[in-house]
């Protein structure tokens, strides 16, 4: 994926990357990395999800956020990836 003004992440994709990974949180800029995006657009992505209640996050820092998957994400995933 190219970097663009506001490209957008699919959301299968993005819970793809939660769901396969042996890492159980990830940062924006992880995921950013992964997806060749920004890490504003990233964010986003993944606030969206969790809006769905598919991400969850914590902010255990004055800057950092970390998100995970949660079991309904990982439900979606399964269903949407089939």
Same mark, same amino acid.
């Given at each position: 994926?190219?970097?663009?003004?506001?490209?957008?992440?699919?959301?299968?994709?993005?819970?793809?990357?939660?769901?396969?990974?042996?890492?159980?949180?990830?940062?924006?800029?992880?995921?950013?990395? +992964?997806?060749?995006?920004?890490?504003?657009?990233?964010?986003?992505?993944?606030?969206?999800?969790?809006?769905?209640?598919?991400?969850?996050?914590?902010?255990?820092?004055?800057?950092?956020?970390?998100?995970?998957?949660?079991?309904?994400?990982?439900?979606?995933?399964?269903?949407? +990836?089939?």
């Amino acid at each position: 994926m190219s970097r663009g003004p506001d490209p957008k992440i699919d959301p299968v994709e993005l819970l793809h990357e939660f769901v396969v990974s042996p890492d159980p949180a990830f940062v924006p800029a992880e995921i950013a990395e +992964s997806f060749d995006t920004s890490t504003e657009t990233a964010r986003k992505a993944m606030d969206r999800l969790v809006d769905r209640g598919l991400l969850a996050r914590k902010k255990p820092g004055e800057r950092t956020v970390i998100y995970w998957v949660t079991d309904d994400g990982r439900r979606h995933y399964s269903e949407e +990836s089939t």
